[in-house]
């Protein structure tokens, strides 16, 4: 699958007419999206799951929570609390990493890498 066939452009076909972008996409001049937000939910996440069948991409998403340690534990546990499950097919799936892709890559543009090390992130003591 190639991205000119995703609902997504790449900054390359963003320089093309929409018109042209629609029709390559999907054999048609014009497309009309209408998007409503009428009854839409917000959840905020800071942990996610994976999980897959051949059919279908599962995303579970929720909150690292510390527990409380018991009394028989000698240390704390961290609880993943799923809040919100979205199941989607794989070509959703890749149009969705292909975005989200973009939008860190622009993001990192702008404000620098994003430091996926923990300890690296940490401001020193001194």
């Known amino acids: 699958m190639t991205e000119q066939n995703t609902p997504y452009v790449s900054d390359e076909q963003n320089e093309k007419p929409i018109e042209e972008q629609a ?3 999907t054999g048609r001049t014009q497309v009309r999206l ?8 917000t959840t905020y996440a800071n942990a996610f799951r994976t999980n897959g069948t051949a059919e ?3 995303l579970d998403f929720g909150l690292n929570l510390v527990a409380p340690p018991k009394p028989e534990q000698e240390q704390p546990e961290i609880m993943f609390k799923v809040n919100e499950r979205v199941i989607m097919n794989y070509y959703s799936a890749k149009r969705l990493a292909i975005t989200l892709s973009q939008l860190i890559r622009r993001h990192e543009e702008q404000f620098g890498e994003l430091e996926m090390d923990v300890a690296k992130r ?5």
């Open 56 to 58: 279908e991409v599962m």
């Open 23 to 25: 029709r390559e996409q």
């Open 34 to 41: 209408n998007v409503t937000e009428a009854e839409m939910n």
């Open 122 to 126: 940490r401001k020193s003591d001194g």
